[in-house]
């Protein structure tokens, strides 16, 4: 079920949409978007825009794309069976969307990679195997990495070399293959207390010693807003080793605009490094229904105005 004008009429309604766009005023339906294409890879997820997409997931991508999406980011592809995975990968190639990251493997509930081990790294080089057979079915070029908890009878140290060995080990794996694993530092005070990465700095040094392509940052811009601020200098120090940036504002996770992150300038930033990468638009709807798609969309287009 797909509302009628986001397709059929959203290519006539471009020259209106920008004058709505400029003005900040969210608009009442799809017919007052532009249609072009964003000047970043902004990635919406699935489930971001069912109430005018329906619940199928092919017309969400169909929706997304007559909007001006080109990305697309799926953190649960891997539970996805293997005939829809090649469903969403034929949309995309055929829509000439690009694929973002899919969760390989979080660790949310155990210290497996501080504590290390050849055990835990052939566990998690099994995983990455596994990973790449989805990232070729579904033409992925990144995927989550989250390193687990940290532990309270072992050494900061030896922890950081035992997370670099395990990651090493998994980069064996994915270098081949082309695959880059993102690791994500996620905040410790709104959402993921006990977490062994938090800070850039600290994924930065991780990268350094793990020395391999297939080992990157991913910058998620709401929770590093939260563990360290200081987004735009940051990024630079870091910039080697970014690979992927997530957006969300704070506080409350919604689309940009709705709190303290200044998106227009983040993302003037981003492009005038020339980055041509994915910003995944990992953040909930502040609004629901289809109001709340339109207020996102609107969000994006705001913000992405940054050409002038
Ligand atoms: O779990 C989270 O908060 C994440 O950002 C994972 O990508």
């Not at 969403?88 to 000439?96: N, R």
């Not at 992925?140 to 060995?165: H, M, R, S």
């Not at 959402?191 to 800070?199: A, E, R, Y």
Request: aromatic fraction near 8%; proline fraction near 5%.
């Amino acid at each position: 079920m797909i509302d009628r004008r986001g397709f059929l009429a959203a290519g006539l309604a471009s020259t209106a949409g920008l004058a709505v766009s400029a003005t900040g005023e969210v608009p009442s339906s799809v017919d007052a978007l532009p249609t072009e294409p964003f000047n970043l890879l902004y990635a919406p997820h699935f489930g971001m825009f069912k109430h005018h997409a329906g619940d199928d997931l092919i017309d969400q991508l169909k929706f997304a794309h007559s909007l001006g999406f080109r990305a697309w980011e799926d953190n649960g592809m891997m539970k996805r069976d293997v005939a829809t995975q090649e469903k969403i990968a034929a949309t995309m190639s055929e829509l000439g969307m690009t694929m973002g990251v899919f969760v390989a493997h979080a660790g949310f509930k155990d210290g497996l990679y501080v504590n290390g081990g050849s055990e835990a790294r052939a566990f998690l080089q099994q995983q990455m195997r596994e990973a790449v057979e989805v990232a070729k079915r579904v033409n992925a070029k990144w995927c989550t990495i989250v390193p687990g908890k940290f532990v309270n009878n072992l050494e900061w140290d030896y922890q950081t070399a035992n997370v670099v060995d395990c990651l090493r080990a998994m980069a064996e794996v994915c270098e081949p293959e082309g695959l880059v694993m993102v690791l994500e530092p996620l905040n410790p005070w709104t959402n993921h207390p006990g977490l062994f990465l938090t800070k850039i700095p600290q994924a930065y040094a991780i990268c350094e010693a793990v020395n391999s392509p297939s080992c990157k940052i991913l910058d998620d811009l709401y929770h590093q807003q939260i563990t360290e601020g200081n987004l735009i200098p940051n990024m630079e120090k870091a910039w080697k080793h970014i690979a992927y940036i997530q957006v969300g504002d704070n506080p409350g996770r919604k689309e940009p605009g709705t709190g303290e992150i200044n998106y227009l300038n983040v993302f003037a930033d981003l492009h005038r490094r020339g980055f041509k990468g994915i910003v995944g638009m990992e953040h909930g709807n502040s609004v629901d229904g289809k109001e709340g798609e339109l207020r996102v969309i609107n969000a994006y287009r705001q913000c992405d105005a940054f050409l002038g």
